[in-house]
């Protein structure tokens, strides 16, 4: 099938990988512009740009896709289905109804669960044990056309949203192979979403990333599962800050919370009486240590309290 893709970030790239390599020709890859990133502010194109460069696939990176110019490059790529990965430009309907095929969507959850810019963590956040791909047919809504096919896969309780995106960036490719040939085979059946079943995944921001240890310890074993590797849960030790990357639950304890009740494993009492035992962490701007490590080069007296 001639497609054209629209995406952007790493999540995308193993879509593209995958349409490539089933044999389809992608006539054209829309992403972002490229953004300066790092200390040195270089310059520096998306992934998905990246792969399609390397593929020698002709690149658009518009600004818009509202002044018409986009519309007219689609038309002359002739393209029968537009798919569209983690883009980060809401499409017009002018293009939504292009191609003979549509535009068609790789969505990280179970739709009509966590529409919105960040399902991946928020399922995290809120403890999901099970979350997936759907892949569904782009309408004017945010996220509310309709489903195509769905693959899902349990949440491990020890995963960080980091973890899941990279899971769910390869079921989503194998999703949209399937999805594809079933659409030139025509044996998909949409099925419309059920409004009424349906959350929103708000982008996150750093204003999440404060603990608070008196909630319980599943609670914050999620906010800093869900918050990895970006925007980072974090705790002050000392007046200074301490990043949380990864945790897992411990055993009860008696203490109050935010205090630390044993050094090895390094547990930190909740309002619930459990634990959660610190096992990645990052002081005051250093490096991103392993627990045990970082004990080794800071002395923490059980019963110190964690927190502002």
């Known amino acids: ?18 349409l490539l390599q089933a044999g389809h020709e992608v006539s054209g890859v829309f ?45 002359s790529l002739d393209a029968e289905l537009i798919v569209v990965v983690a883009y980060g430009k809401i499409l017009p309907q002018a293009i939504l109804s292009l191609p ?18 960040a399902p991946i963590q928020w399922s995290v956040l809120d403890g999901e044990k099970e979350t997936g791909v759907t892949t569904m047919q782009m309408a004017a809504g945010l996220d509310t056309g309709d489903i195509l096919l769905q693959a899902a896969t349990p949440i491990g309780e020890n995963e960080t949203a980091g973890e899941l995106h990279d899971r769910l960036s390869q079921l989503g490719a194998k999703l949209l192979i399937e999805t594809v040939e079933g659409l030139e085979a025509g044996t998909i059946v949409p099925v419309k979403q059920d ?6 995944a708000s982008m996150l921001d750093k204003s999440l990333c404060q603990v ?60 619930d009486g459990n634990t959660v035992e610190l096992l990645e962490i990052q002081y005051n701007a250093g490096k991103r240590l392993a627990a045990d490590a970082f004990l080794r080069g800071h002395r923490i007296e059980p019963g110190t309290v964690l927190g502002g």
């Open 100 to 117: 003979k095929f549509g535009c068609v969507n790789v969505h990280a959850s179970l739709l009509p669960k966590y529409r919105g810019a």
């Open 1 to 18: 099938m001639r497609i054209v893709f629209m995406g952007t970030p790493e999540f995308a790239v193993p879509s593209l990988a995958a």
């Open 195 to 200: 409004d009424s079943k349906s959350c929103y």
């Open 31 to 75: 992403t972002q512009p490229d953004k300066p990133k790092g200390r040195g502010y270089v310059l520096t194109p998306p992934p998905v740009k990246a792969l399609a460069v390397e593929k020698g696939i002709p690149v658009y990176q518009p600004a818009t896709l509202k002044d018409g110019q986009a519309l007219e490059t689609l038309q």
């Open 212 to 271: 608070d240890f008196s909630q319980p310890a599943h609670k914050v074993h999620n906010q800093i599962r869900g918050l990895s590797p970006w925007p980072v849960a974090v705790t002050q030790l000392n007046g200074k800050t301490l990043k949380l990357h990864r945790s897992r639950l411990g055993k009860p304890a008696d203490g109050k919370p935010g205090e630390v009740i044993s050094i090895e494993p390094f547990a930190i009492c909740c309002g």
